[in-house]
């Protein structure tokens, strides 16, 4: 089955710059999303086809897309942007449809 | 406002049935898919499947196919996740979220999330 792989974490000092990757074979045909989960909260899409971002999403969120590898960049990040992020994209190899699939998730902490 | 209101949370014996609930509001319910993920206790987010109330096409990841059915009842904005046999690993909370699906390239991602629903399954 189709893999998306992240990194399990990523620290940085507020203020700094997160990069947040994503791989898999698929990205170079497939668009990807982003999406942030606090604790005890529901996900929240932060970036939709691989560099656009929803309304309301902070401008420091932004993502960009080379070859199989995805990124998630956090500019200037503060305290409340320690979250998890997962990301998404689709799976369409199988001839029965297309599905949904998840990275494992990058747990993001602010130092 | 675009939301969507799951049913409660539920603690079952294994081998029992369940059917949880999804109700949306404030759109077009017909007009978006509308689908499930999983996230086990400390665990990352799995999709589970997919299901557009306009027409009931269902579409399944290979990894739920035949462990639960999605179906909806578009009369009253609903979409549902049952189990006709519970197991302990079916312990979750099970989200369900509307689904932007569609275009060249496919595009399918989920702009609108339920609260989610725990499910715990225990003797």
């Known amino acids: 089955s189709y893999e998306l792989t992240q990194p399990p974490s990523v620290s940085v000092s507020p203020g700094q710059t997160a990069r947040i990757t994503c791989s898999g074979d698929?990205?170079?045909?497939?668009?990807a999303y982003w999406y942030q989960q606090k604790p005890g909260q529901a996900p929240v899409v932060v970036i939709y086809?691989?560099?656009e971002r929803p309304s309301g999403i902070p401008e420091r969120f932004s993502g960009s897309s080379s070859g199989t590898t995805v990124t998630l960049t956090i500019s200037g990040v503060q305290a409340e942007d320690e979250a998890d992020y997962y990301c998404?994209?689709?799976?369409?190899?199988?001839?029965?449809?297309?599905?949904?699939?998840f990275g494992g998730g990058t747990k993001l902490t602010v130092l | 406002e675009v939301q969507l209101v799951q049913s409660g949370a539920e603690v079952k014996d294994p081998e029992k049935s369940l059917k949880i609930s999804c109700k949306g509001s404030?759109?077009?319910?017909?007009?978006?898919?509308i689908g499930w993920v999983r996230q086990m206790p400390g665990r990352g987010l799995e999709w589970m499947g997919i299901i557009y109330p306009g027409d009931s096409d269902t579409r399944y990841s290979p990894s739920f196919q035949g462990q639960v059915t999605i179906s909806v009842d578009k009369s009253i904005s609903t979409a549902y996740l049952q189990w006709s046999s519970l197991k302990a690993s079916d312990t979750a909370m099970y989200y369900c979220?509307?689904?932007?699906?569609?275009?060249?390239?496919?595009?399918?991602?989920?702009?609108?999330w339920g609260k989610g629903t725990t499910v715990t399954v225990s003797s």
């Open positions: 998404q994209s689709v799976d369409s190899s199988d001839s029965s449809g297309t599905y949904g699939v």
């Open positions: 086809k691989d560099s």
């Open positions: 979220a509307r689904h932007v699906y569609g275009g060249v390239p496919t595009a399918m991602y989920m702009d609108v």
């Open positions: 698929a990205l170079p045909k497939e668009y």
């Open positions: 404030g759109y077009s319910f017909t007009s978006y898919w």
